[in-house]
């Protein structure tokens, strides 16, 4: 049997079933050896060698790497993409609010100290390390922010504070109006120098210390406790004689609409009526409650009796006093 010519692209083991390209016409009956037709049908004959393993391509490499692998190092470069936008976005926002810093030399500190020269911009910062001190006036157009604490040792005048938190003050001097539109709580004492005045309702919880206080209205809801004397001011009131003073007879008050003493002396020829009658420095609203007291031991026989209206009272006596006789009555008025 005659051999096919070779074809392009076979591999090399299989060169000994191939002629020689160089020798035309050979056969394989020529050849020094015998070799044995693969396509025999006859059940004796050997059978050819087994192929060696032909090397793998770059495909069969790559269907040998895992599935979860590549998905793993898919995600994993997909997050790296995004911190890597992540960090640059924040990068550009930091860079974009911070402002430019300044750092001041000594020729430049020398040039404030010595001219009014306008250093830096508004979008720069000034940053002084060390303390600073000012020796004439600081004048600030724009806001005041301090991070720390603020210490003035002087005085301090300001046209308008409004403070919206808290605020605590050690010790506060208001030369002029003070206004709360709120709630004021004090926790400490409150000394006030000038007056006090209060429109509307004022409630004290504790106890209210003062030497005078004065009111044109003073309402208690539970009971008045006093551990000093009741002293009754007020302008004197005036009086008149009566007929019961006799001929010669006088009579004095000394005191007050409230509160006072009265002098009785009788002259000759005295009758019944009244000694001495009161006439109130201020009326009262209605017919006062008047309480009389008789003064002397010469007072004791006399049948003094009271009449009374709101603006006066007497004191009579319903027989007739006996001449040349000296003697007193006390008198307490209340609404």
């Known amino acids: 049997m005659d ?41 004796g004959a050997p059978k050819p060698a087994a192929e060696p393993p032909k090397p793998k391509g770059i495909k069969q490499k790559l269907r040998q790497f895992n599935l979860y692998l ?42 404030v100290a010595s001219s009014d020269a306008t250093i830096g911009s508004s979008q720069e910062v000034l940053n002084i390390v060390s303390s600073a001190v000012f020796a004439g006036k600081v004048l600030i157009r724009s806001d005041l922010q301090i991070a ?59 106890s209210l210390s003062a030497p005078q206080i004065t009111t044109s209205n003073l309402q208690l809801d539970s009971d008045l406790v006093l551990t000093h004397h009741i002293t009754a001011g007020g302008p004197s009131p005036g009086h008149s004689q009566g ?11 000394g005191g007050s609409d409230t509160s006072g003493s009265v002098t009785v002396n009788i002259g000759s020829n005295p009758s019944v009526g009244c000694f001495i009658t009161i006439n109130f420095a201020q009326a009262f609203n209605a017919t006062p409650h008047v309480l009389i007291t008789p003064i002397g031991a010469s007072a004791a026989g006399v049948a003094y009796y009271a009449t009374r209206s709101p603006t006066s009272f007497s004191i009579c006596d319903a027989g007739i006093p006996t001449p040349g006789t000296s003697f007193g009555f006390d008198y307490f008025v209340v609404d």
């Open 148 to 206: 720390g604490s603020l210490q003035i040792g002087g005085t301090v005048a300001l046209n308008e504070l409004t403070v919206n938190g808290t605020s605590s003050l050690g010790q506060v001097s208001v030369s002029k109006d003070l206004s709360v539109t709120g709630t004021a709580a004090i926790q400490g004492a409150a000394s006030i120098a000038g007056s006090l005045q209060v429109n509307g309702t004022g409630t004290f919880s504790g």
């Open 70 to 111: 590549l998905l793993f190092v898919f995600v994993l470069v997909v997050a790296g993409v995004i911190i890597a936008i992540a960090y640059f976005q924040s990068q550009k926002a930091t860079s974009s609010a911070t402002l430019k810093t300044q750092q001041l030399t000594q020729n430049t500190l020398n040039q």
């Open 3 to 43: 051999a096919k010519p070779p074809e392009q692209g076979q591999d090399d083991e299989n060169a000994l079933e191939t002629p020689d390209a160089g020798s035309e016409g050979s056969s394989l009956e020529n050849s020094s050896s015998t070799v044995t037709d693969a396509t025999s049908s006859e059940g």
């Open 243 to 253: 007929p019961a003073l006799g001929s010669g007879g006088t009579s004095s008050v």
